[in-house]
């Protein structure tokens, strides 16, 4: 396996793009090429199909000619894949697998391939659905918050550009950025445990017990 840190950089890279089938063998080109570049050639093929079938996705339920963006980026050692449409009512669809309906076959596959790692972000007039892929990565020892702190820089960085329209890049300015995601997104759920007649500061206390906890287990 591949230490994380032993390639060089991944930088979040994107496309947009106007969905039509014509489009999708240049997509693939295009994730064949970045993946290979990134040192990850065993998450092409994988990657290629969910791209395929995104893509169908849009094409089948929100029309041809909608413009979307295409997002590669890393989450720890997964290779996350975002597809951005300006359509938040046509929602993906996952049926089992002994449907015979062929709506809803595309995500199942999706679904398989990335173990259940997929899923839908809605924002007032778009969404972002999402997947990640493993790959044969292994967490860097040199990175101070693990694998887990890998995990979460991911979603900072999908709620932080929805908050601002930053993209988080690794980096002193990165952590700044996400700093602040963080702080809006703790903000966002003590307002969500309030509404729901929870009590924030519980909350909060709770939270801070864990993680005192993890720290001392870790220690």
Not at 40 to 59: D, G, R
Not at 97 to 126: F, I, K, N, Q, Y
Not at 202 to 207: F, G, I, M, N, P
Request: charged share 25%; with cysteine.
């Amino acid at each position: 396996m591949i230490n994380a840190s032993e390639f060089g950089r991944r930088d979040p890279w994107g496309r947009s793009f106007t969905a039509d089938p014509s489009e999708v063998a240049v997509l693939r080109r295009a994730v064949w090429m970045k993946l290979t570049l990134w040192g990850l050639p065993e998450a092409v093929e994988a990657a290629q199909m969910c791209v395929t079938e995104l893509t169908s996705n849009v094409i089948k339920h929100v029309g041809l000619g909608t413009p979307v963006t295409l997002t590669l980026s890393m989450a720890g050692t997964f290779v996350r894949i975002e597809m951005l449409d300006p359509d938040a009512r046509a929602l993906p669809t996952l049926l089992a697998p002994e449907c015979d309906a062929e709506s809803g076959r595309g995500m199942a596959l999706v679904d398989a391939m990335t173990d259940h790692r997929w899923g839908v972000v809605l924002r007032d007039a778009s969404k972002v659905v999402w997947c990640e892929l493993a790959t044969d990565l292994v967490p860097s020892a040199s990175d101070p918050a693990g694998p887990r702190g890998a995990r979460v820089e991911g979603h900072l960085a999908l709620y932080g550009a929805e908050r601002s329209g930053l993209v988080f890049r690794s980096g002193r300015l990165g952590v700044a950025v996400a700093e602040e995601a963080a702080i809006d997104l703790i903000a966002d759920l003590l307002h969500w445990l309030q509404a729901h007649g929870c009590d924030p500061d519980e909350a909060l206390d709770r939270a801070q017990m864990h993680f005192e906890a993890e720290l001392e287990a870790e220690s």
